[in-house]
């Protein structure tokens, strides 16, 4: 079991900057790649950022590419999202979320389906 903590979340005029954080414990941090999704209300659970083992490789979706990066330290255990140039179509839940590998070249994940734990989310509401 790896148990999944965010924090960071909070209100943010437009163009301004957060930075989400998530926190894992419970096992081998270094064993899984992490992802960061969102959820707006009212829309589906949506991929916003995936990085592996090592934080070699990253993805990003496109409507955050270029705003948003993620990375991670592997000595404390905590996933990041740095989110700058804030955009009220940001709003929402942001989760992180860990996949157990089986080998550290697989492809990252970009599904929500292919995760295997969760955090409860912390809220992003940018306003206008």
């Known amino acids: 079991q790896v148990q999944l903590v965010e924090s960071g979340g909070g209100l943010v005029q437009a163009g301004g900057s957060l930075r989400l954080s998530c926190a894992a414990s419970?096992?081998?941090?270094?064993?899984?790649?992490m992802g960061w999704f969102r959820q707006a209300s009212g829309k589906e659970r949506e991929f916003v950022a995936a990085?592996?083992?090592?934080?070699?490789?990253?993805n990003y979706a496109d409507s955050v590419k270029g705003r948003f990066t993620i990375s991670r330290d592997n000595a404390k255990n905590t996933v990041y999202l740095q989110m700058n140039s804030l955009k009220p179509e940001d709003t929402a839940v942001y989760y992180c979320?860990?996949?157990?590998?089986?080998?550290?070249?697989?492809?990252?994940?970009?599904?929500?389906?292919?995760?295997?734990?969760w955090g409860q989310g912390t809220q992003v509401t940018v306003s206008s």
């Open positions: 419970g096992r081998t941090f270094r064993n899984y790649a």
């Open positions: 979320a860990a996949e157990a590998l089986i080998t550290i070249w697989q492809p990252l994940a970009l599904t929500a389906a292919k995760y295997d734990y």
């Open positions: 990085i592996n083992y090592n934080g070699g490789n990253t």
